[in-house]
């Protein structure tokens, strides 16, 4: 069976106070308790017929408990004044009523009279039909004596359809950031459609703004998330990304929070394709970064030229002082200045969510290549703040990992004459030669791997280059790391061109550095690097360098330790690099 509506439990309640009312009429014994008894009875059954009267707009879920717990106290009550009706000497010694039943029972009615006000309160602001006069109860209900988080949330959802709303969600995302179970209790009590509902509050920017935080901070909860993306978030966000009359700092915001709902929750990828979100959001990405996308770029370049012309007609016939056109440029300053700010924060949102979009999903990756969107990765990689550069780094990451397994997106999105493969390439080549910031130069190192098989063989020497030097330098741990493993699949058998790749891996002196690494490199890097090293022997035995270098001995070496030999392939690896390097190394004397 469903659940019992709100509406027949409120009867119910009703009903139960309207009998004891009668009953205590009736009464023989303790005529004055059941009196008082009656009176608050009355007022309670007063407040459950407003709470009946606006039952389709009240706050369901702490009515549904409040009712139902102010129910079961009526039905107590009516029990004890029962027990105080009866003639029967019989009957009464063995029901013998205490005074403290009384005393009881009436301090759960002022409880319940307590909660069922404060239910009422929640209401006031949103139904006129409320006698507002007899409601004189403030704060928390007594029910949040026993339960003061749930409540104070109760309380803080129903602000959200009052004239404090833009506070309550301020207040529920600090709750919703201390832990995972406020967040979960947050969704649970109807939280959701009340922070959509102020989310899409055109002219209440801060509200929009602390709703849309919240949504996203309570995506963080795996439990809770799939309830958020049932209640049409993705929907509404995707039209707040579209609205011309929403601020760029809000439009941020959404990009930030649909970020979080797909990292917490992947399924939801699907409901945000349906409207187009990765559209609008390149549409924001490209808004300045890229000739190609001038739609909202002239009209923004339009209103500064208005702004420009009436400035020098007012100077031109004098009709404002020089100091006044001093205040005028310092506040144009300050505006212009935030505004830029805003602007970054939206390409680095935008970026953000277009990178967890496209994480492991092969249809957004290529929604995305299609678009402009590698180009002005490509274009923010290069002149883009740090938290746009990373976001961008990340998000060609995630396409270019897609694009390693999946040979169609692979040669469609990232062909070596396309302008935006050529940008991409130079940019991430760019990082990996002039950057020392190991946060955006791990990601281009690694998509530059991810990308091994694209490119040409006038292309790689370059690249090859600046990934060994980097390995010369004998930078961070996690660097050298990424440059071994991008390295093995330039000279792996995987790569077409994996002979030429790995005689320009050798020409970069990179043979020595290896040797150095299997014997006496950190734990996590002695493995790839002797990877390297057999791939290196297999496709270049003949290479001078491992005569001089004397590459047999630390493979031979490396067939004794257990630590490699137990390592899935290495054993394999070391058979095949050992077999042939002994071939060719024997036609050449050693020193």
């Given at each position: ?185 947050i969704v649970e009590e109807g939280g959701v459609g009340p922070l959509l509902k102020l989310a899409k509050e055109a002219g209440n920017p801060k509200g929009q703004e602390n709703a849309i935080r919240c949504i ?25 990304l579209k609205d011309d009359g929403v601020i760029m700092k809000v439009k941020a915001m959404v990009a930030w929070a649909i970020s979080e709902l797909v990292y917490n929750y992947p399924q939801c990828k699907d ?193 090859i280059e600046s990934l060994v030097r980097l390995i010369v330098d004998e930078n961070e741990i996690e660097v050298t790391f990424e440059v071994v493993t991008a390295l093995i699949k330039f000279a792996c058998s ?98």
């Amino acid at each position: 069976m469903g659940e019992t509506s709100l509406k027949h439990i409120l009867t119910r309640s009703i009903k139960l106070a309207d009998q004891i009312t009668k009953a205590s009429n009736e009464v023989i014994h303790f005529k004055s308790e059941c009196l008082e008894l009656q009176t608050k009875t009355i007022k309670l059954g007063e407040l459950i017929r407003q709470a009946a009267r606006a039952s389709n707009n009240l706050y369901e879920k702490p009515t549904r408990r409040i009712i139902n717990d102010t129910q079961q106290v009526l039905e107590k009550a009516l029990i004890l004044i029962n027990k105080c009706k009866t003639r029967s000497l019989f009957k009464r010694i063995f029901t013998l009523v205490p005074n403290s039943a009384f005393r009881k029972i009436i301090t759960q009615l002022d409880n319940s009279l307590g909660n069922v006000t404060w239910i009422l309160r929640a209401t006031i602001t949103r139904n006129d039909d409320i006698e507002d006069s007899k409601i004189s109860y403030l704060g928390l209900p007594p029910i949040a004596a026993n339960e003061p988080i749930l409540c104070l949330i109760w309380e803080q959802v129903a602000n959200l359809s009052s004239e404090e709303r833009t506070d309550a969600a301020s207040s529920l995302v600090s709750l919703a950031n201390d832990n995972q179970r406020y967040r979960k209790m947050i969704v649970e009590e109807g939280g959701v459609g009340p922070l959509l509902k102020l989310a899409k509050e055109a002219g209440n920017p801060k509200g929009q703004e602390n709703a849309i935080r919240c949504i996203g901070v309570l995506g963080c909860d795996e439990e809770s998330v799939e309830t958020i993306i049932d209640s049409g978030v993705c929907s509404i966000f995707c039209k707040l990304l579209k609205d011309d009359g929403v601020i760029m700092k809000v439009k941020a915001m959404v990009a930030w929070a649909i970020s979080e709902l797909v990292y917490n929750y992947p399924q939801c990828k699907d409901d945000f394709m349906q409207f187009n979100v990765i559209r609008v959001l390149v549409n924001h990405l490209a808004f300045e970064t890229i000739e190609e996308h001038n739609k909202y770029a002239i009209v923004e370049r339009n209103k500064m030229q208005a702004i420009n012309q009436i400035q020098q007609n007012m100077h031109m016939t004098n009709l404002i002082s020089d100091n006044m056109r001093l205040i005028i440029n310092e506040n144009n300053y300050i505006q212009n200045h935030q505004d830029q700010e805003v602007k970054v924060e939206m390409k680095a949102m935008a970026a953000r969510a277009l990178w967890y979009l496209a994480k492991g999903n092969t249809s957004i990756c290529s929604s995305i290549t299609e678009s402009r969107a590698l180009l002005c990765f490509a274009t923010l990689l290069q002149n883009g703040q740090d938290d746009v550069k990373y976001n961008s780094a990340m998000a060609i990451l995630e396409i270019t990992n897609v694009a390693e397994k999946n040979t169609d997106l692979r040669q469609i999105a990232f062909k070596p004459t396309s302008p935006a493969t050529k940008a991409v390439k130079e940019q991430l080549l760019n990082v990996v030669t002039n950057s020392n910031n190991a946060k955006i130069l791990l990601p281009c190192i690694k998509s530059l791997g991810n990308l091994a098989r694209i490119f040409r063989a006038k292309d790689t020497t370059r690249i090859i280059e600046s990934l060994v030097r980097l390995i010369v330098d004998e930078n961070e741990i996690e660097v050298t790391f990424e440059v071994v493993t991008a390295l093995i699949k330039f000279a792996c058998s995987n790569n077409y061109l994996h002979v030429v790749h790995s005689k320009s891996i050798i020409q970069a002196i990179c043979v020595k550095n290896l040797i150095k690494l299997v014997y006496f490199g950190e734990q996590m890097l002695r493995i790839p690097a002797l990877k390297l090293l057999c791939y290196l022997g297999q496709n270049a035995p003949d290479s001078e360098a491992f005569t001089q270098e004397d590459v047999l001995t630390p493979l031979e070496w490396a067939k004794e330790q257990d630590y490699f030999m137990q390592h899935p392939q290495i054993g394999d690896l070391l058979f095949k690099a050992t077999s042939i390097l002994e071939l060719y190394q024997l036609r050449v004397p050693r020193l």
